[in-house]
């Protein structure tokens, strides 16, 4: 379990601190419209209303204490960068802030950011991998080299094992599981066979995985 404070509830925000609280987290929400406060009050350990930009406010949460700190604000990028730089300044542990542009993200780490969430940024390349090829049914990305993708049995795979193709050898990716409708079974073994009924969901580079796509 967690101590995690959010500042700002939007919809982003409201979200995001319903989701840490369904995970047993504790969480302490912030905003300055008293109408966000107190519908977010029902899911949460506790809100506030208050001006995130305040020092005097925000001195008396005690920001150090949490450990994780997200700034949600998205519709004044002013009032998120200060919120960002007063967290840091007042000993935040971790700061998770929220942009909306490059140059926004770009601010907010050299102004006491930790991470930086681009949501927009990153639902657009999602959706842009998932729905750019008509093999691709979901995509994460791990880190800017890795990538998980849920992909169709290639129509020259079914009937053969994973043995028999060579995946990892010869595609430089790995098969972490198989899924039929909403049933994943993982780590599947070298003598499995295809089916056409059934996706994969692979590992591997993004350079590889994107060859392997062609």
Not at 177 to 183: L, V
């Amino acid at each position: 379990m967690k101590s995690i404070l959010i500042v700002g509830l939007g919809r982003f925000g409201r979200h995001m601190a319903q989701k840490f609280s369904e995970q047993g987290n504790e969480v302490m929400a912030v905003d300055i419209e008293e109408s966000r406060v107190d519908a977010i009050l029902p899911y949460v350990t506790n809100a506030l209303i208050g001006d995130a930009t305040d020092p005097m406010f925000m001195e008396t949460i005690g920001v150090d204490n949490y450990d994780i700190c997200v700034v949600a604000i998205g519709d004044n990028f002013q009032s998120s960068l200060e919120a960002t730089y007063l967290l840091k300044d007042l000993g935040a542990n971790f700061v998770l802030s929220r942009a909306s542009r490059d140059v926004h993200a770009k601010f907010l780490l050299r102004n006491g950011a930790d991470e930086v969430i681009y949501t927009e940024k990153e639902t657009a390349e999602r959706l842009a991998v998932k729905y750019g090829n008509d093999s691709v049914f979901d995509y994460i990305e791990i880190n800017e080299d890795f990538s998980i993708y849920e992909i169709s049995v290639p129509s020259t795979w079914v009937g053969k094992s994973i043995l028999d193709k060579k995946v990892r050898s010869k595609f430089n990716v790995s098969i972490l599981a198989t899924k039929i409708g909403k049933e994943i079974y993982p780590l599947p073994h070298p003598d499995h066979i295809f089916n056409a009924s059934e996706s994969l969901l692979i590992l591997g580079r993004n350079a590889d995985i994107k060859h392997f796509l062609k």
